[in-house]
């Protein structure tokens, strides 16, 4: 029987907060060099692959853009991102897994993808037991990925990613840089992966992990 390859919706969470504005320019071609390696792979998909950019500082995730086809993603710029304030990840994480609740379907596939270079402290609607819960639940749903890149030293255990589908990275310029090189590469990863049927991965960080668990969903 031929495969159902359903739609796939990913969500870039970045962190917003003024400790990001150490080096701008870093973050900007990262995250441009990941949507436009979207823009390329998405030609391997005979679903539709559909892009949202949340980042989040001062206050609950600011909705950049929800919900576009990939070919039509816009870049990061120094309007639409300019970091100041607190970090409230934890309403960033919420606010975009809710944004993709409204559009995924059974047969589509959802990524989120989370970069900071902090820890939470300022969330106002979701807290950790919160955030743990919606990604508990959705990875029960068997297509549902979340990717998570923190700086040295945060401990990636507080929420429940899966293991290779987390990484930290050093404060550096080049520590940034290669943290994005890194993510572009497990999304190339990612879109083999869906290509042929899966829905949800736990090794996005390690493809050669042979523990690893990828799912199809039925």
């Not at 609607?125 to 990717?147: A, P, Q």
Request: overall charge negative; charged content about 25%; some cysteine.
């Amino acid at each position: 029987m031929t495969k159902t390859i359903g739609d796939t919706y990913i969500a870039i969470v970045l962190d917003g907060s003024g400790s990001m504005s150490y080096d701008v320019p870093t973050t900007i071609t990262g995250v441009n060099e990941i949507i436009d390696l979207m823009k390329a792979e998405k030609t391997k998909l005979n679903g539709k692959v559909k892009v949202s950019l949340v980042v989040f500082r001062n206050r609950e995730g600011e909705v950049v853009y929800f919900n576009e086809d990939a070919d039509k993603a816009a870049h990061l710029n120094n309007t639409n991102y300019i970091p100041s304030g607190s970090t409230p990840m934890y309403d960033g994480i919420g606010q975009a897994v809710k944004l993709i609740d409204g559009v995924i379907k059974d047969n589509d596939a959802a990524l989120v993808y989370i970069f900071t270079d902090g820890w939470e402290n300022s969330s106002s609607i979701y807290n950790k037991d919160d955030i743990n819960s919606l990604i508990e639940e959705r990875k029960e749903n068997g297509n549902w990925t979340f990717v998570f890149q923190g700086i040295e030293g945060l401990d990636q255990t507080e929420l429940k990613f899966a293991t290779c589908n987390t990484m930290s990275y050093s404060a550096s310029a080049g520590g940034r840089a290669n943290a994005y090189a890194a993510t572009a590469k497990g999304l190339q990863s990612y879109f083999a992966s869906r290509s042929v049927g899966e829905t949800q991965v736990d090794n996005f960080y390690d493809p050669d992990n042979q523990k690893s668990e990828n799912k199809t969903k039925e």
